[in-house]
């Protein structure tokens, strides 16, 4: 499932709130050998949001974050995955490229119609003249 395929990449929504921390938060943390963070001792860290690399030692003492700051960056790693399956392993940057690019090549045509479809979809958004 990908971009090229027009399936958006199975996502399942997670009941992770932010705002109700877990009993026992400060008891203890789960700490990453890679980056060295201790991550929140919930079962849904079981890889480092930052390297993505298992949690499986845990060790007294409280984590590294607040449970907030936690659960949103669990959240970003999770959207940067989809992100990177969607896009194919391209980046932001280059997607735009890759869709006016003939034979491998960059297209003037295309560049030139795509310049004027966003001139012309600003004007009818914003109602703007460009003179």
């Not at 109700?20 to 949001?49: I, Q, S, V």
């Not at 449970?67 to 280059?94: C, K």
Request: charged residues 30%; contains cysteine.
């Amino acid at each position: 499932m990908s971009r090229s395929n027009g399936e958006f990449p199975k996502y399942i929504k997670l009941e992770l709130n932010a705002e109700e921390w877990p009993d026992n938060y400060w008891d203890c943390h789960r700490k990453c050998a890679a980056c060295g963070l201790g991550w929140p001792n919930h079962k849904m860290f079981t890889k480092c949001p930052e390297c993505n690399l298992g949690l499986s030692s845990i060790k007294a003492g409280p984590p590294d974050m607040r449970w907030p700051d936690a659960v949103m960056s669990f959240h970003a790693a999770r959207f940067e995955a989809l992100y990177a399956t969607w896009n194919e392993g391209i980046t932001d940057e280059q997607l735009p490229w890759e869709e006016l690019k003939t034979d491998g090549e960059l297209d003037n045509n295309k560049i030139t119609g795509a310049v004027e479809e966003l001139i012309e979809t600003s004007q009818e958004k914003n109602d703007i003249q460009i003179r």
